[in-house]
């Protein structure tokens, strides 16, 4: 595999077939589509000193494995995404389980079968539950603004103490909004779990973490003959963008361009700073074997950190006398700060302000744009690769 930091002395973008920036799942799975499927030689630039984007894992001093840019647990539906990423990684068995510690009882989060009967006490938790069996069916998943409108006395008062417990607090330290005024598909992304199913993402036939870690993951699908990755380089340094035309290093650039990135920073944020949350990642290492009894905690009703996430539980990984936690603490995003932009804020103004971005780009018939950033979308690992999929079918089937 080619990784080198910066670009060699007389780099020649003409002498690729194709330019992808950003080494995350977009980026990567472009590049090792089009090098396969096309035969084209590619080179993949990236601003930071690594590859893997935002999933990005490596070992701290205590040599504990962790995730530079938060917790990154793979799961999917997709049975095209998985075959495709099982090429690069084998993966473990490990399932995510999430606890809300609401006033020192840790109740799993999706609220289930167990955390009624852990609210409400034994006798009146099953009551209620049979209620929701009733009313919803068994394993179901019933998004909490569905409960809500629910006119049923019991029925409200548990959709009154998830709101309040669960999901209110949790969510105004994370967007600094109530549930009501975010997306509702973001609040349905964490449901009420009518069942017993305690993992996280109850129903995805595939979940699990690499066998080695993500990092490796990338390694393996950026390993081929045709590709060159080349990290520390800016593609604002390289891109010139015409209305119909996008020049690298300068020079008129014929191959194709695939844009990870986000779209306002190509523009040097010149009609405004598209918004974000961002997050300050805060990792403490603890001279114990483990501080808690899951992957991750969510802080509900208390603390100014959204969660507490332990490597160990969800890497499997064994160091004696040592785990290393991480504590999230979101707040907005300043473009101009250097920070990472981590979450977008899925609000019409913020969508139209984005689609202007995007009309600027869509007369450049080779420059495509594919990601979290660069499509301005609350994607998952797996919602990513799949865009990534589709986007490299589309140029492989104009290139035949
Ligand atoms: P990124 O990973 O952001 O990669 C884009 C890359 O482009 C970056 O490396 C960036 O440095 C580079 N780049 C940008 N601009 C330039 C430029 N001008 N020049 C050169 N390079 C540039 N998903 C899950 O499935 N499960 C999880 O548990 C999960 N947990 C998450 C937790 C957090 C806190 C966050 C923020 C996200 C989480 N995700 C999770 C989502 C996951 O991180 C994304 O879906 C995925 O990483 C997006 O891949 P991407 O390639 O679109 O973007
Ligand atoms: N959420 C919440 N309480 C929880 C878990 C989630 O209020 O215990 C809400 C919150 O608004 C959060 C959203 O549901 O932003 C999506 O949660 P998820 O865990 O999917 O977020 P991510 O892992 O992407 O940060």
Known sequence: MSIQSGLPEGFNPQ?????????????AVCARRLAEACGYKVAVVEKRDH???????????????????????????????????SRFTEWTDYSHKVLANIHGTLMPVPFN??????????????????????????????????LREKNDPELSEVADYVYENVFLHYTMKQWDKTPDQIDPAVMGRVPVFVGDDDRYFPQAPHQGMP???????????????LISVFTGVDARDLLDMGETSVKVCGKPFGGEVIYTGALDQLFNLDLGGLPYRTVDMVFETLDQDQFQPVGTVNYTVSEDFTRITEFKN?????????????????????????????????????????????????????????????????????GVTLSALELSDEIISNNH
């Open 15 to 27: 002498s690729y077939d194709a330019l992808v920036v950003g080494a995350g799942y977009a980026g």
């Open 314 to 382: 969800m890497t499997g990984q064994v160091v004696p006398g040592k785990t290393t936690i991480l504590k999230e603490y979101s707040k907005p995003y300043d473009p101009t700060s250097g920070a990472t932009p981590y979450y977008v804020i899925n609000e019409p103004e913020n969508i139209e302000l984005y689609k202007k971005y995007r009309a600027r780009v869509e007369g450049i018939l080779n420059f495509h744009v594919v990601g979290r950033l660069a499509e301005y979308r609350y994607y998952d690992m797996d």
């Open 211 to 225: 066998k080695v870690s993500f990092t490796d993951l990338f390694e393996h699908m950026l390993d081929h003959d």
């Open 113 to 146: 079968h167990k955390s009624l009967k852990l609210a409400f006490g034994e006798e009146k938790g099953e009551r209620l539950y049979q209620k929701l069996v009733a009313s919803f069916g068994q394993d179901k998943k019933v998004p909490i603004m569905e």
């Open 51 to 85: 590859i893997a984007g935002n999933a990005y894992d490596c070992e701290d001093e205590a040599g504990v494995l962790i995730h530079k840019y938060g917790p990154h647990i793979y799961h999917t539906t997709n049975e095209r995404v998985h075959e495709f990423l």
